[in-house]
């Protein structure tokens, strides 16, 4: 199973921007995804998650700013980045709580999966 994000790239202060990542591979099912960053010279750190449910959870310097959601039949995460800041600049990774299907009938098994990361840059 493999995530793909994508849409990162520049923006101006007060900007938008949209991320996104896709599952793929022998995915049965996707239970919680999420957003973390890693910020030059800092630890990565969660950004927001969502259930399949959709019930989204965000750290206290994005709420009000971003808004995450999912698509459970296209197994996708996005993250609509409004109003963004310099402190926003990171690399952005996508995760996954991926239950993998095992080929020939063997079952299913938890898999906590990772994107590659999309570069975010916010400055003017």
């Known amino acids: 199973v493999q995530l793909q994000a994508s849409g990162g790239g520049l923006v101006q202060p007060g900007g938008s921007l949209r991320l996104s990542c896709a599952a793929s591979?022998?995915?049965?099912?996707?239970?919680?995804m999420g957003w973390h960053r890693q910020a030059p010279g800092r630890q990565r750190e969660l950004v927001a998650t969502?259930?399949?449910?959709?019930?989204?959870n965000y750290a206290d310097s994005v709420e009000g700013r971003f808004i995450i959601s999912r698509d459970n039949l296209n197994d996708k995460v996005f993250l609509q980045m409004n109003n963004v800041q310099p402190e926003d600049t990171a690399v952005y990774y996508c995760?996954?709580?991926?239950?993998?299907?095992?080929?020939?009938?063997?079952?299913?098994?938890?898999?906590?999966?990772w994107g590659q990361g999309t570069q975010v840059t916010v400055s003017s």
């Open positions: 969502i259930t399949r449910g959709g019930l989204p």
């Open positions: 995760q996954a709580d991926v239950f993998v299907s095992v080929p020939g009938g063997g079952g299913v098994y938890e898999q906590d999966t």
């Open positions: 591979g022998s995915i049965f099912s996707i239970s919680r």
